[in-house]
């Protein structure tokens, strides 16, 4: 396998880009989206998640923290826009919960790519 040069000079392999915690935490957010058409996959991503974070470095476990709160929180919402989709409001709840559920997704994979932790994992927004 050829050994890549990034933007900087340095390799993939030197960056770790392709670590194995890497590939999971990329491998989590990817399930998180396809959940979006195949629902399950949120609830395997999570299980990867909390099985992962103990052995991460403390880059990956902000990614790791990040993502299991996106499953919770994103939980919540659902169920509460659910709840009041009786009286109407839920629907802007759910569609909220659409794009801050991608949002906070696509920001976990580019922090992720840029090798950096998430900066708030802690954040109920975008963890910035």
Known sequence: MENKLTPNGSS???TGLFTPERKMAAGVYIL???SLLIGITSIVGVVVA???QGDASETIKTHFRFQIRTFWIGLLL???????SVVLIGFLVLLFL????VVRCVLGLKYLNE???VPNPASWMFGT
Do not use: N, Q, R, S
């Not at 659902?78 to 009041?84: N, P, R």
């Not at 659409?98 to 559920?101: D, G, H, K, S």
């Open 32 to 34: 998180y989206l396809v």
């Open 12 to 14: 993939h392999a030197e």
């Open 98 to 101: 659409l794009v801050w559920f």
């Open 115 to 117: 090798g950096k932790p």
């Open 78 to 84: 659902g169920i509460v826009g659910l709840l009041l």
């Open 50 to 52: 909390y099985i992962y």
